[in-house]
């Protein structure tokens, strides 16, 4: 009897072996094997729906389960990280995958396992980073972070642009913020050059409230994006730089005014430089929800808007915060605030992660198109967001679909009777 | 047969139809789509590549690649979700893969006649997501809902876990278009209608071709049945001392009459020694538990409240203990996921060893059910004594007819396979093992497959002895609609239908 899957064919594609995993493949393969095997034996694809990039693009290659499939492929000889390296672009790191994925949701609670998506797409950048094959816009952009010390945000084709450390605290100008201090509030390279009512507005807020910080003495970007991607060793020196400067001048507290800046100090610090970080980090979405809480801050200019809530992948998915920002909201008098849960939410995205917008702008376009066309199902005339990063590529897209775009403390500082200043835009 | 090579010109004129950014030949595009969910003989995954993957976006660019594959002889595989676990979207002699995933469009909600028409490429889930709005949804309820995309529910002829209630995709697809093997775009339904449920004119081609796995043609687009959003939803889990009790209590649930039924559902004694001892998602039961029978009912609040009286009667009428409102309705809703991660098992010393799922499915009358389940677990404890691979995570059953709760169950066998220890030695085993279970079926006048379809190794070969007298009719079909065989060639063993030359 002739078996079904007994195949009789010649494959017409060259297959060529690949060339033997060298050191570098060989560790990662080894260090990935267990992840990718839990996700390869399964295969069931629940995170291929959630996915911001795969909803855009619909290619398997981009999915989570590729991005596991293909650590066992090389692990068999099939494969080589050149073969896969624009595939491992295709992320923003949002974490939706290992939310969605039952190996998570089932077992996790049980065995605190999770399968680890984001870990493997930045592994295998850094191997990409290692080996010299990392792509053409990431390494220019990272060129350029380590020569401004802070990210080109305003664009990287004319060196003249505002950017770079003799500007990083324009954006403060006229609101005599200390330096240094036991608090300081980070900002970020976003922030600090690009949308520069967002750092104003959380420093007025914060004014308002008598909550004391001051602002870092010498601050290079944090290193995050660097980290997401593939440049581990620039991202480690530049978070050097950073812990150093707080030691310097007796930081304690860190206020992290963006989500990406978060996770970075709370995991990948942490992971750098094991006991000797003992920063306390504070999310500025938490510690404005006590402020409103204590009455500190009160917020009584009302605000005739009909919002929805954009929950930032690395607040919601990555963090779990999700309560807080909405609570504020609640907050602000005047509003209609059309909420859409945080479970629904792990399909949405901004495309503005990760690295993605440098090397696929026209991805992330299209993921904020997307998350644009749900606000405006809703009727509402502003998307409020969290993570100044969302925030061009959403407002891109806002501006096609009539849907302002603002950031939770812009509106907090608006409602509590702050005029902001700065732009929102370039 | 087709084993024309997909040559330069051939990609090229690919690109013609599709576009640049619709062809895929490096490695990893081909690798990430040689298989699906189930056990797969690693050792040998360069054989199950495709030449070529094509992304299209329309009917008229599926026709063009149908027709080119066509004139050259070259196989064409369709996938959609690739999730079937009877390996239909694995290609088995290469040829041009049509991933279906980018025409994912919603074309017309019809809130008059109560229709939607779809794209192959939409997900169930995602579907229902923009149909919330308007208070209607797609009834079709798998437990792969949030990944099986529309093509591939129709590609399968699968089943529903609210069947009972709503019907099956073959009766949730109320028409749709489908590319033939000779690139002609054709219209199926009952009749002609696109939005009629019910005719009497013609042949029924729509399920000629449902369930056919993709060997008749590729469906691009599909009008389904809306029906109104449940207001409200009950689920009750029996626990027994004994299989025989929570089998017969089964029967009972089924044959009440209740209209708002939208299934039943029982674990067999080992599928719950299983869950006990290596599911981490188990809420420990006592000891006596050795079964469990359950069931959901789906409708207006009036209808589940009173129907929900009768359920709560029914399943402890023969001694079933009620599991409690703690753990009810929560398995019932993590019914999607909840049982799709088991990630180890064990060999015969207890040891515990890294395992894959694998799930097979039949069709059988109610009264076979127990001499077969039987049978199943025999098999597998033979199976498992010989070779360090297996192991056996226990059976479940589920109604099985469309509104038609009773009369024959799906029933499925879930078992470990140690893949990554697989050689070629250890994969034939298990193939043998799969071919028993399913002859097993065949001798209790079953069907070897309810859902997944049979177009796996183990499962294929059996096809013309089920299918009898008819597989002669199914050959000649297959020759005449497919002259060349290039439709999902290798399949089913249809290439019998071509003895002699295409
Ligand atoms: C965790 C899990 C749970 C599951 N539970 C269920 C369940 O409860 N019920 C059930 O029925 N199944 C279940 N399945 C199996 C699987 O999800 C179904 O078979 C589903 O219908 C496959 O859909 P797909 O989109 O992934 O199709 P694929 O796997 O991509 O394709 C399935 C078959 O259809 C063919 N096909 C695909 N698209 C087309 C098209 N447009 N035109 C013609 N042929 C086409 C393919 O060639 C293939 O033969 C489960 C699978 C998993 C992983
Ligand atoms: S990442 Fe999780 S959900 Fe996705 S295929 Fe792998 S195991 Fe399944």
């Known amino acids: 009897m002739t078996t079904a899957d007994h195949t009789e064919r010649k494959n017409t594609v060259d297959l060529a072996m690949p060339k033997p995993l060298d050191e570098v493949e060989q560790a990662f393969v080894d260090k990935w094997h267990e992840n990718a095997y839990g996700c390869f034996s399964s295969g069931h694809k629940f995170c291929r729906e959630v996915c911001p990039v795969t909803q855009v693009t619909r290619n398997e290659n981009h999915t989570p389960t590729a991005f596991h499939a293909n650590v066992v492929a090389m692990e068999k000889g099939h494969l080589n990280i050149e073969d896969v390296a624009d595939d491992y672009v295709h992320c923003t790191q949002c974490g939706a995958c290992e939310l969605r994925c039952p190996n998570t949701l089932m077992v996790g609670d049980f065995y605190r396992a999770r399968t680890e998506t984001v870990k493997v797409v930045r592994a295998a950048r850094a191997m990409l980073v290692d080996k010299g094959l990392d792509r053409e816009k990431w390494k220019q952009w990272n060129r350029l972070t380590d020569e401004l010390k802070n990210e080109p945000v305003l664009g990287v084709d004319d060196g003249s642009q505002p950017n770079g450390q003799a500007y990083v605290r324009n954006w403060a100008e006229g609101l005599d913020i200390p330096i240094g201090g036991e608090t300081i509030m980070f900002v970020d390279c976003e922030a600090a050059f690009y949308r520069t009512s967002l750092p104003r507005a959380i420093a007025q807020i914060l004014q308002k409230a008598g909550y004391e910080f001051g602002l870092m003495n010498e601050q290079w970007c944090c290193g995050g994006p660097a980290a997401e991607m593939g440049y581990v060793e620039q991202s480690m020196r530049f978070a050097r730089h950073n812990i150093d400067d707080w030691r310097a001048s007796g930081v304690k507290r860190i206020i992290a005014i963006e989500p990406h800046d978060y996770v970075h100090f709370t995991e990948d610090y942490p992971a750098y430089f094991g006991d000797e970080f003992d920063f306390e980090v504070i999310q500025i979405v938490d510690l404005v929800a006590e402020l409103i809480r204590q009455g500190r801050l009160k917020l009584t200019v009302p605000i005739d808007r009909v919002v929805t809530y954009h929950d930032p992948c690395r607040l919601n998915k990555r963090k779990g915060i999700h309560e807080a920002p909405r609570e504020i909201l609640r907050a602000i008098p005047g509003l209609t605030f059309k909420d859409v849960d945080r479970v629904t939410q792990w399909a949405y995205c901004s495309g503005g992660g990760g690295g993605l917008p440098i090397e696929k702008p026209e991805i992330t376009a299209e993921i904020s198109r997307r998350r644009l066309e749900k606000a405006a199902e809703l009727e509402v005339d502003t998307l409020v967001s969290a993570c100044v990063w969302s925030e061009r590529p959403l407002s891109a897209a806002g501006e096609e679909a009539g849907i302002e775009v603002k950031d939770l403390m812009e509106m907090v500082a608006e409602s509590a009777g702050i005029e902001i200043g700065g732009r929102t835009r370039a | ?502």
Request: aromatic share 8%; net charge negative.
């Open chain 2, 1 to 502: 047969m087709t084993t024309a090579t997909v040559d330069s010109h051939v990609v090229d004129r690919l690109r013609g139809i599709v576009g640049e950014d619709g062809v895929l030949t490096d490695k990893a595009s081909l690798f990430n789509r040689a298989r699906v969910p189930a056990p797969f003989p690693v050792h040998r995954w360069d054989e199950y590549l495709p030449d070529v993957v094509v992304l299209p976006r329309t009917a008229q660019q599926v026709s063009a690649v149908v027709k080119l594959a066509n004139e050259y002889r070259i196989p064409v595989v369709p996938r959609a979700g690739g999730t079937g676990l009877a390996d239909g979207a694995v290609p088995l002699r290469g040829g041009i893969l049509v991933d279906l995933k980018r025409m994912d469009q919603i074309h017309e909600i019809d809130l008059v006649n109560n229709t939607v028409t779809v794209g192959p490429g939409i997900n169930l889930e995602t579907l229902n997501r923009s149909l919330k709005q308007h208070g209607v949804m797609y009834p079709d309820d798998p437990a792969s809902y949030a990944v099986a995309l529309v093509g591939g529910r129709i590609g399968t002829s699968g089943l529903s876990l609210l069947g009972a209630r709503y019907g099956h995709p073959r009766d949730l697809v109320i028409s749709f278009e489908i590319v033939l093997p000779t690139g002609e775009i054709i219209q199926v339904g009952d009749g002609g209608g696109r939005k009629v449920r019910k005719s009497s004119t013609g042949y029924h081609l729509k399920q000629l071709f449902m369930g056919h796995q993709g060997t008749l043609g590729i469906v691009t687009e599909a009008t389904l049945e809306l029906v109104p959003r449940a207001e409200a939803e009950f689920a009750a889990f029996f626990l027994f001392d004994d299989f025989d009790k929570a089998y017969r209590t089964f029967a009972k649930i089924g044959k009440s009459g209740i209209a708002t039924l939208g299934g039943v559902m029982l674990f067999d004694p080992e599928k719950v020694d299983y869950l006990r001892r290596d599911d981490e998602a188990y809420i420990v039961q006592p000891k006596w538990v050795k079964s469990v029978c359950a069931a959901a009912l789906y409708g207006t609040r009036p209808e589940v409240e009173a129907a929900s009286k009768m359920l709560m009667e029914l399943g402890r009428s023969l001694g079933g203990r009620y599991i409690g409102d703690e753990i009810a309705p929560w398995d019932w809703a993590a019914r999607h996921d909840r049982y799709a991660n088991p990630l180890h098992g064990r060999d015969a010393n207890g040891q515990v060893l890294p395992m894959s799922w694998h799930c097979e499915d039949a069709a059988v009358p109610y009264s076979e059910v127990p001499a077969v389940l039987r049978k199943w677990h025999e098999i597998t404890a033979r199976y498992m004594e010989k070779y360090e691979l297996f192991d056996d995570w226990g059976c479940f059953a589920y109604s099985n007819g469309a509104h038609k709760p009773w009369g024959d169950l799906l029933l499925e066998i879930d078992l470990g396979l140690w893949e990554e220890k697989l050689d070629e030695e250890g994969w034939q085993a298990f193939v043998s093992l799969k071919r028993e279970i399913a002859q097993t079926v065949l001798d209790h006048g079953g069907s070897i497959t309810a859902c997944h379809g049979s177009t796996r190794t183990g499962d294929a070969e059996l096809v013309p002895i089920e299918m009898g007298a008819s597989w002669e009719v199914m050959k000649l079909l297959k020759r005449t609609l497919d002259p060349n065989n290039i439709m999902n060639p290798g399949k089913q063993c249809l290439d019998e239908a071509y003895q002699g030359g295409v």
